[in-house]
Structures are given as structure tokens and as C-alpha cells.
């Protein structure tokens, strides 16, 4: 699972751990992870691994694991802001790869171009690694292609940004992951769901993200955005949630 906390989650630590036990979720992805004492009463309250890393600025990123956590690096110089958190996880025997992304927000064609090299950089880091079964996940800030974004639900001063490139939507860090080979979990099996994953209370976009490895994506069972109502008092973003087997 992927789960943005909003700014670490401070105030709202019983709320988020409501969400995290109602997954039931096996690894979890943090983004904006901010405060470290957060992530370890989160992990300690659900019996699990975990690990926290800082990002390049203000916003922080942990990984939380049933599994025992075989190594972790963090990688958060440019191109890759705000950062990835690379995590190896024990999974009956068998070494499966987690990389926790968060790049950076705002829709303009800068950080889109920016995002656009985090890709690539990543991309170039797990060529070197050769990590074998891996998932590339968390809140990339970035759009699909044929996503849809509903610009006039979006806060007024999200608007006036966004209207200084007349609301058009540049999509070039997500396309450059799917050309690597990875597939858009959610999209695989929702062709024409929205899958919008913030704002709580007023969907307008889908920034969230399980990519799956050509290894993985035949193993993908359920790919799905958990959206309880309840979910709304923990976090301006939806988790997104995907099950992995081999079968059954």
C-alpha cells in the first residue's frame, strides 16, 4: 500500500492508524512521513519493520514492513526530489524490492520536466542494482496518460497556477515508466475508473502509483483505492492498495 499522511500526521496519529490496520497491509509505503517519532509509534502499534529516511526538503518518507527488512538506501539528491527509499524485504524466503517514491507536486511543465529526469535516474539506479521482483510505488505528483484531472474542484489558487499553462496537463514522468516496461497497477485493471487518490472529500486527481515489474504484474490480484468515508479525517490522500499471489 501507498499512503501520503499529509505533513507528517501529527494530531492525527489514531485516525492513520485506524486506515493502516483497517489495510491490513502487509508493506506500506509513507510518503510525507515527516516526523520519524510518528512512523515509529506507527510501526510499533502495528508490530512492524520499519524504516525513515529524510527527503531533500521539509517532506520525509519511511517504509513499514511485515516482512524482515534485508537493507534500505535513501536517495535524495537531484534529480531525485524529494526522494526514494529503496527497501528490501524478506517475503517467505524470497528478496522482493520496494521503491517508496515522492517527487515533487505542482502540475507546471518545470516540475514536470523535473519529475521526467527522477525517472530517469531511478531508472538508471535499478539497472545498476539488477534487484530482480521489485514495485516502484508512493505519490509521484505526476499524471497518466488519459488520466482525467477535474481543475475547476481544485483549490482557487491551484487554478490560477495551473491557469498560466491554459490547464494543460503535461504527462511525460509517468509515460517514461510505462516505456521502461512497468505497468500502472490500478490501470491494468480499471481501464476507465478515475482512481483519484486526492483530495479527500473532493477527488480531482490520481497521484498515487503501484508499479508493478514485468516480474510482478502477473502475480497482481487487486489494485484499488480505499476510500471509506472515515479514511477522510486521516489525510488529504486516499491509500491505494494492490494484492500480489501466485494464484488462488
Not at 517519532?37 to 520499519?50: C, R, S
Amino acid at each position: 500500500m501507498t499512503y501520503n499522511i499529509q505533513f507528517g500526521g501529527k494530531g492525527r496519529e489514531e485516525a492513520i492508524l485506524s486506515v493502516l490496520r483497517a489495510s491490513n497491509a502487509d508493506i506500506i509505503s509513507l510518503t510525507e512521513a515527516d516526523d520519524p517519532q510518528v512512523v515509529a509509534a506507527l510501526a510499533e502499534a502495528l508490530d512492524m519493520h520499519h524504516r525513515w529516511a529524510q527527503g531533500s526538503g521539509d517532506r520525509h518518507i519511511a517504509t513499514l514492513s511485515r516482512y524482515e527488512i534485508q537493507s534500505s538506501n535513501i536517495y535524495n539528491t537531484p534529480p531525485l526530489t524529494q526522494a526514494v527509499l529503496e527497501t528490501t524485504h524478506n517475503v517467505d524466503g524470497e528478496p522482493l524490492t520496494v521503491y517508496n517514491l515522492h517527487f515533487l507536486p505542482y502540475l507546471l511543465l518545470p516540475y514536470e520536466v523535473r519529475r521526467w529526469q527522477a525517472v530517469g535516474k531511478l531508472l538508471r539506479l535499478i539497472r545498476e542494482k539488477r534487484p530482480g521482483p521489485h514495485l516502484i510505488l508512493g505519490d509521484i505528483n505526476a499524471i497518466g496518460p488519459g488520466d482525467r484531472v477535474l481543475h475547476r474542484r481544485n483549490p482557487a489558487q491551484m487554478q490560477r497556477v495551473m491557469a498560466l499553462q491554459l490547464f494543460i496537463v503535461f504527462r511525460l514522468a509517468i509515460p517514461r515508466l510505462l516505456k521502461a516496461g512497468y505497468v500502472d497497477c490500478f490501470r491494468h485493471l480499471h481501464a476507465s475508473d478515475n482512481g483519484f487518490t486526492w483530495m479527500t472529500g473532493n477527488r480531482t486527481t490520481r497521484y498515487d502509483y503501484i508499479l508493478a515489474c514485468p516480474k510482478m504484474i502477473g502475480k497482481l490480484q487487486t489494485c484499488r483505492v480505499l476510500d471509506e468515508p472515515d479514511m477522510e479525517m486521516a489525510s488529504d490522500h486516499y491509500p491505494l492498495y494492490a494484492v500480489f499471489g501466485d494464484g488462488g
